[in-house]
């Protein structure tokens, strides 16, 4: 991760709850982005909040920003090479503070086609695991797991909705801004 690509993220995301673009609903937020560089400060943020077991899912259209998320999520990691998306080789490992194991299951049939690697040996690593079209992981979400649905709104524009689904995500945004501002 570059330092100023890494200032670029945190200034970014800075400017999103500066702006009240990212809206508390509880434990849950909305975010609305305007363009690619505020969805990935927003992985950013996320990465930024990620703990040892976290799991990344990320649900939406092609095209809606899954894999700038998790971009910016591998940039607060510690991820030296950018993060593209695993498409034909359903899974990535890449090193960082954590491990980060990036899977994209947009061609996978069905679960079978998972059985190529032993997931739960990859979700019980003590790694950060992003999973876009997450619909074959399992039919209850892993621990550690939070969901982000991601809406394509105008052609630059995108909705984030943050599900929590894991208690150890509370508290991500105050989290990632403290990280982010040490």
């Known amino acids: 991760m570059s330092a100023p690509e890494a200032e670029g993220l945190r200034a970014s995301l800075e400017r ?17 982005t305007g363009c690619p560089r505020e969805t990935e400060a927003v992985g950013f943020g996320l990465g930024l909040g990620a703990f040892p077991g976290a799991v990344l899912l990320l649900e939406g259209p092609l095209g809606s920003g899954k894999t700038a998320l998790a971009r910016g999520a591998g940039v607060a990691l510690g991820v030296r090479d950018p993060l593209t998306s695993p498409t034909f080789t359903l899974l990535s490992e890449s090193a960082g ?12 049939a069905g679960p079978e086609e998972l059985r190529a690697f032993d997931l739960v040996e990859v979700l019980e690593s003590g790694g950060v695991t992003i999973v876009e079209w997450p619909r074959w992981l399992l039919a ?26 894991d208690p150890r995500w509370e508290g991500w945004l105050a989290r990632a801004r403290r990280n982010a501002a040490a």
């Open 16 to 32: 999103l709850v500066a702006e009240g673009r990212v809206v508390p609903a509880g434990a849950d937020a909305e975010v609305r």
């Open 97 to 108: 503070r954590l491990p980060v194991f990036h899977l994209d299951l947009y061609r996978v």
């Open 140 to 165: 209850e979400p892993p621990g550690g797991a939070l969901r982000v649905d991601l809406a394509v709104l105008t052609p630059a524009e995108r909705r984030l909705q943050v599900r929590i689904l």
